[in-house]
């Protein structure tokens, strides 16, 4: 039978590793001579991260996914207390990196190279998360889940679904996605290229 909470993940998963390959592609092309435009657009890639996959997406794997998986097999109990930590630790990550882009916004460039580090590992780290978890969880809890499971995952997956992952849109969070989709280059959004002048 389909099973609806195994593609919200993968499309929820998608989203976000667009939203941060786009913001290091954004970082490593600089903020040329459009530096509200590039910050505004970072910090609302930040929030973005910080309001779905930290705060709607990663319980639901804690607290429905992970626990259904650790019944059926035990086996995978260290890769689940690796996943565990990690959405440990990713709120705190993502606020940490809040704070860096408001250093270097604020402070200038020389607090640019703290962001540019921290970013890069953030991204790393959440891209191996994702990563392990379509490796290991996802391919046990297709095979050895019941039906019974999987309705109660697709129920609790198809709330709050993130917008940008085929998810009904939130007028709450309208001006959100609109300085995301509107402001920010492709791939992830549809604005203009950063200007950056002439050299010479």
Avoid: C
């Amino acid at each position: 039978m389909p099973k609806a909470a195994l593609q919200i993940i993968r499309d929820e998963h998608a989203a976000v590793a667009a939203v941060l390959r786009s913001m290091l592609a954004m970082v490593a092309a600089g903020e040329g001579d459009e530096p509200e435009r590039f910050f505004d657009v970072l910090r609302a890639m930040l929030f973005y991260i910080d309001e779905f996959p930290e705060r709607r997406h990663h319980p639901k794997e804690s607290d429905l996914l992970f626990p259904k998986v650790a019944r059926v097999a035990p086996e995978l109990m260290p890769v689940i207390r690796r996943l565990e930590t990690d959405h440990v630790k990713g709120e705190g990550k993502v606020r940490e990196l809040q704070h860096l882009l408001l250093a270097w916004e604020l402070l200038g460039d020389a607090r640019r190279e703290d962001f540019v580090r921290a970013a890069e590992e953030y991204v790393r780290f959440y891209l191996d998360h994702m990563h392990a978890e379509e490796q290991h969880i996802m391919p046990a809890a297709v095979k050895l889940l019941s039906d019974d499971d999987w309705a109660q995952l697709d129920a609790a997956f198809e709330q709050e679904r993130d917008p940008l992952a085929g998810g009904e849109r939130d007028p709450g969070y309208d001006r959100l996605f609109t300085r995301i989709v509107l402001k920010a280059p492709a791939p992830i959004g549809v604005g203009d290229e950063l200007h950056h002048a002439s050299a010479g």
